[in-house]
């Protein structure tokens, strides 16, 4: 029998899955979500910064970046304003592969990450979701470049691996456009966790807002 491929069907699916988390609902499409208009990218002037609690400053230009060893992962996101996306391919940078490779090296006291974007946006993180293998500085999404609308050339990114116990949390602790990382020894919020969303943002506890 073939399977049902309208949208209420697979979301139904998700949920007799355990996939669906509460409150969510499944858009087939890929929404487009920002405060502010999208800045332009030039590969000459880009460049990534990582500062803070680490041993060595870091700043590589695109060229740079683009040569850092990528990983692949399928992911579903949630976004707070209730959409949710399945089984979404993302290849990027995986903050624990660059650890691991000593190209970033970070002080003990090292315990939050602040993300910065390119036109002012930031989102906050504890040092240890960072680090899970279902965040990544994604460059890719669907085998393709990043589009400059979700984000390109790099965003933060941040989902639900099914049928994995790690913690996820809404999309918007992933920024687009971003540009550095500020590993921090105390906890400092970000754009939408001043204004009063959830800090910890949990999909599954339905953490959306304070
Ligand atoms: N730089 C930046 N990143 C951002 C945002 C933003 O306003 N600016 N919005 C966040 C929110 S709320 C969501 S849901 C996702 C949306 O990503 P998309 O447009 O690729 O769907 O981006 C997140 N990252
Ligand atoms: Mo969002």
Not at 124 to 136: A, M, R, T, V, Y
Not at 174 to 188: C, I, P, S, V, Y
Request: charge should be negative; hydrophobic fraction near 35%; aromatic fraction near 12%.
């Amino acid at each position: 029998m073939e399977q049902p491929t309208d949208r209420q069907s697979l979301e139904n699916q998700m949920e007799r899955d355990g996939r669906l988390p509460p409150g969510q609902s499944l858009t087939k499409k890929f929404p487009v979500l920002h405060y502010g208009s999208i800045p332009p990218f030039d590969p000459q002037t880009w460049s990534f910064r990582i500062w803070g609690e680490v041993e060595e400053e870091i700043s590589w230009n695109w060229e740079e970046f683009s040569q850092l060893p990528q990983t692949e992962i399928q992911l579903d996101i949630h976004c707070v304003t209730k959409w949710s996306k399945f089984d979404t391919i993302w290849k990027g940078v995986s903050i624990h592969s660059l650890i691991e490779l000593g190209l970033i090296q970070l002080k003990p006291e090292a315990a939050y990450v602040l993300q910065y974007a390119d036109g002012g946006y930031t989102t906050n993180l504890p040092l240890k979701l960072i680090l899970q293998e279902n965040f990544l500085l994604a460059t890719y999404f669907d085998e393709k470049p990043l589009t400059p609308e979700h984000g390109a050339p790099v965003r933060g990114m941040v989902g639900h691996i099914p049928g994995s116990e790690i913690k996820t949390t809404y999309f918007w602790k992933g920024a687009k456009w971003l540009t550095g990382l500020e590993f921090l020894t105390e906890d400092q919020l970000g754009f939408w966790e001043k204004a009063g969303y959830h800090n910890e943002a949990d999909i599954w506890k339905e953490q959306r807002s304070r």
